[in-house]
């Protein structure tokens, strides 16, 4: 399985422990992240992963900053992503059951180096379960009652 991950300077030390974690674990990996602790514009990490993602080139992404909140809504402005931002496995859990999501984001500041990859863990090992959850996420990408 291939996985694009991308991070701003705050999730930059966890983007290591990350990327060391699944490339032991056998995943391709693309690093579209900072490699500096320097402070950067998160969106310009974000769309690279997003759009690669939403093309099809990688089947999952993970993306680490501060909080979580930047990456996370950053991703969502793309057609196709579903990007869930996740501090605790069961969480990750059920963004992969209920949500299919396709890009798990990480808050750096909020969880240790443990939790992620606990984390990372569950997101990438939980199938997505379809059936009700599937007509619900058809809905999020039209709105039928908007005059969009």
């Not at 993306?63 to 990007?83: D, E, M, P, W």
């Not at 808050?107 to 990859?117: G, H, L, Q, T, Y």
Request: charged letters at 20%.
């Amino acid at each position: 399985m291939n996985i694009a991950v991308g991070n701003d300077h705050a999730g930059y030390e966890m983007k290591l422990i990350i990327l060391e974690w699944l490339e032991q674990e056998g995943y391709q990996v693309q690093n579209f992240g900072t490699d500096t602790p320097e402070s950067v514009d998160y969106p310009d990490y974000v769309h690279p992963v997003a759009g690669a993602v939403e093309k099809g080139e990688f089947k999952y992404g993970i993306l680490v900053c501060g909080s979580g909140q930047g990456v996370s809504f950053t991703a969502n402005k793309h057609q196709g992503i579903r990007a869930a931002l996740c501090w605790k496995p069961e969480i990750s859990v059920l963004a992969r059951q209920h949500n299919n999501a396709n890009i798990l984001c990480l808050p750096a500041r909020f969880i240790s180096d443990n939790e992620s990859i606990e984390i990372l863990k569950q997101f990438l090992q939980t199938p997505f379960e379809g059936g009700r959850h599937q007509n619900r996420i058809s809905k999020v990408s039209i709105c039928s009652s908007c005059s969009i």
